[in-house]
C-alpha cells in the first residue's frame, strides 16, 4: 500500500530565505507526482506536476524534483514571500490498475514572516 | 474556464438528515474526484469516475454515502443518513487522463459540512 509523508509538518523562515519541503513515498512505481497548494478555507491548487519520466520541473520561484528510486520528491521555493504561506501537498499517482488515484501526504504547513 | 465549481460551499444540518454535495467539473475532462478532508485523517479519496463510469469507491465509508454522474458536467455525493461523524470539507475535483494514467488535477473550493 503506497504511502506519502511530508517532513517537517510545519516550517516558519523569514521572508527572502530560500526552503525545501520534502515528500517520501514507499512504492517508487509511481505514474507522476503533484505538488499542491492549499490556502486556509481554499482548495488546492496545483503547482507542479512531474512525469516519473522526468527529474525536475521549474515555475517561477518553485522547483521539484523527483527521484522515483529513492522514493523522494522535494519542493525548492526560492526567495520565499509572505504570500507563499500556505499548507503544501504533495501527491503520487500509482502504475497500472487505478492510475487515476492520488494518494495524498499530510502536507507542510508553511509560515513566512515578514 | 470557471474552473470546478462545487455547491453548497457551507452546509449545516442535523443528523439524520439527508445531505446532497454537487459538482460541476471543468468542461473536458473526463476523470472526477471525491475526496474528503478532516484534520484527524487528512485528504482522503471517496471514489473516482472517468468517463462517467464509477471506477473505484473503496473508499466510500459506509451504506450511507453513495455518488453519482448521469453526465459528464454534473456529479454529486449524497450522505443519508448524515451523523456528526461526517462533518468535514468534501472536495471535488477534476483531471483529463489517458489510459496511461491521470494528468493535473483541478479541485473546486470545497463544500464544508457540519452535522450536528
Known amino acids: 500500500k503506497q504511502e506519502v509523508t511530508q517532513i517537517p509538518a510545519a516550517l516558519s523562515v523569514p521572508e527572502g530565505e530560500n526552503l525545501v519541503l520534502n515528500c517520501s513515498f514507499t512504492?517508487?512505481?509511481?505514474?507522476?507526482l503533484q505538488w499542491f497548494r492549499q490556502d486556509p478555507g481554499k482548495g488546492l491548487t496545483s503547482l507542479l506536476l512531474i512525469q516519473s519520466s522526468q527529474r525536475e520541473q521549474t515555475s517561477g520561484r518553485l522547483n521539484a524534483s523527483l527521484d522515483k528510486s529513492s522514493g523522494r520528491s522535494t519542493l525548492y521555493i526560492a526567495a520565499s514571500q509572505p504570500g507563499d504561506s500556505a499548507t503544501y501537498l504533495c501527491?503520487?499517482?500509482?502504475?497500472?490498475?487505478?492510475?487515476?488515484?492520488?494518494?495524498f501526504g499530510t502536507g507542510t504547513l508553511l509560515a513566512v514572516q515578514p | 474556464d470557471a474552473g470546478v465549481i462545487q455547491s453548497p460551499r457551507h452546509e449545516v444540518t442535523e443528523m439524520g438528515q439527508e445531505v446532497t454535495l454537487r459538482c460541476k467539473p471543468i468542461?473536458?475532462?473526463?476523470?472526477l474526484f471525491w475526496y474528503r478532508q478532516t484534520m484527524m485523517r487528512g485528504l482522503e479519496l471517496l471514489i473516482y469516475f472517468n468517463n462517467n463510469v464509477p471506477i473505484d469507491d473503496s473508499g466510500m465509508p459506509e451504506d450511507r454515502f453513495s455518488a453519482k454522474m448521469p453526465n459528464a458536467s454534473f456529479s454529486t455525493l449524497k450522505i443519508q443518513p448524515s451523523e456528526p461523524r461526517d462533518s468535514a470539507v468534501y472536495f471535488c475535483a477534476s483531471s483529463f487522463g489517458t489510459s496511461g494514467g491521470s494528468g493535473e488535477l483541478f479541485f473546486g473550493e470545497g463544500s464544508r459540512l457540519t452535522v450536528l
Open positions: 501527491a503520487v499517482s500509482a502504475v497500472g490498475g487505478a492510475t487515476n488515484k492520488l494518494i
Open positions: 468542461s473536458g475532462h473526463n476523470s
Open positions: 512504492d517508487s512505481a509511481i505514474y507522476n
